[in-house]
């Protein structure tokens, strides 16, 4: 029973490097989402995907990119990163089209970029 | 989406109720209401939500008053574990907008569990 899968736990990048953040669910969720959260902060919303080839952004989409090719999977792409991108990142999923359906969250993956 | 205000912290005593109060004065009629916590290092983890009648799952029950410009999470026997930030949360459909994702998560209120 995974539920929501992020890799990697840690990553620590050099300013100017790309990565990309893994997330991947079991649960057949259509509706999926990036969020980041800053220390001491509530969480922000970046991306989200409410399929296989559709995406849309959140309150904080630059500086990132998204895909969602399959149902699964949902990767979150920094291109050039930069110190403002420390962070951590969580990635969930939820099945419905609702606001009666709770998001489920992965444990995170924790980037600094120095 | 409706904002909330939570105490910043709260302590209880391992074994007794832990209730954990939320004011959503601002909230409309078809906006739930969702708890979620989040112990340290780790990802949101969902609790329970309603809408206008109380509800009750095996880890927690959530009040709503009848007016529902307020609501109160109780954990009926507090263990060390569930020491966490707790964040009530308004979820609808913003103005203008379909994101039935977003999750708008406050500061939250850390309750300490203590022996």
């Known amino acids: 029973n995974a539920g929501v899968t992020q890799t990697p736990k840690f990553r620590i990048l050099k300013i100017g490097q790309s990565m990309t953040l893994q997330c991947t669910q079991d649960?057949?969720?259509?509706?999926m989402y990036w969020y980041r959260q800053d220390p001491g902060m509530g969480l922000k919303l970046i991306y989200y995907?409410?399929?296989?080839?559709?995406?849309d952004k959140g309150e904080v989409p630059n500086g990132y990119n998204v895909s969602r090719s399959t149902t699964e999977d949902f990767p979150l792409r920094l291109e050039l990163a930069a110190p403002s991108q420390t962070s951590v990142y969580f990635c969930?999923?939820?099945?419905?089209?609702?606001?009666?359906?709770?998001?489920?969250f992965g444990n995170g993956t924790r980037l600094t970029v120095t | 989406d409706a904002k909330t205000t939570q105490p910043p912290s709260m302590d209880c005593a391992e074994g007794r109720a832990a209730n954990l109060p939320c004011n959503h004065s601002?909230?409309?009629?078809?906006?739930?209401v969702y708890w979620y916590r989040q112990i340290h290092s780790q990802g949101p983890q969902y609790i329970i939500h309603?809408?206008?009648n109380n509800e009750t799952n095996e880890m927690a029950s959530l009040i709503i008053t009848e007016d529902r410009k307020s609501s109160t999470l109780i954990l009926p026997h507090a263990t060390l574990r569930d020491t966490a930030v707790y964040y009530c949360?308004?979820?609808?459909?913003?103005?203008?907008?379909?994101?039935?994702?977003?999750?708008?998560f406050g500061q939250g209120t850390i309750l300490t569990v203590h022996p």
């Open positions: 601002t909230i409309s009629g078809n906006e739930y």
């Open positions: 309603g809408l206008k």
């Open positions: 995907s409410v399929g296989a080839g559709i995406t």
């Open positions: 969930a999923s939820s099945p419905l089209q609702s606001y009666n359906s709770p998001l489920h």
């Open positions: 649960m057949n969720h259509n509706y």
């Open positions: 949360i308004v979820r609808g459909k913003s103005a203008g907008g379909t994101s039935y994702g977003k999750l708008t």
